[in-house]
């Protein structure tokens, strides 16, 4: 059985409630619970904080087990050289992912430093972008 772990960072805990227009009603909890009925032969880890130490922790405990991540860092993906250097000290793949358009927002948000350290990014379509994360890495 292969082993897919999302991770996120700040404010994710508040996806279904936080800005519904922009990040929609559906919780964590209800994409992490639909990604593991559809695709019942795949291990669905799920981790989410709001500390970059913890997630730098999760990234080291996880990936040099796991088949793949799939990181959604939040605002830390355009601050954290400190999570960059994580994902690159661990050789499991990964994919970045953005719920909304990183491009289309402000002009802080256009450069993520993590994206030099994953097979690719899927931005801007909202919780969907979970699932094609986890196709790419399977």
Excluded: W
Excluded at 84 to 95: G, I, N, T, Y
Aim: glycine share 10%; hydrophobic share 40%.
């Amino acid at each position: 059985m292969k082993h897919i772990e999302i991770i996120n960072g700040p404010n994710l805990n508040l996806t279904g409630v936080r800005e519904p227009e922009v990040y929609g009603t559906t919780t964590m909890e209800e994409l992490v619970d639909g990604l593991r009925c559809r695709f019942p032969e795949v291990e669905v880890g799920y981790y989410q904080s709001n500390v970059e130490g913890e997630l730098i922790d999760r990234i080291q405990q996880v990936g040099f087990t796991a088949d793949g991540l799939i990181v959604n860092l939040g605002g830390y993906s355009h601050t954290s050289v400190a999570l960059r250097d994580a994902l690159l000290a661990v050789p499991a793949p990964k994919v970045e992912v953005h719920l909304s358009n990183i491009f289309a927002r402000e002009d802080y948000r256009h450069h993520s430093l993590v994206t030099s350290a994953c097979r690719g990014m899927v931005c801007g379509l909202g919780l969907q972008g979970y699932e094609m994360a986890l196709r790419a890495l399977l």
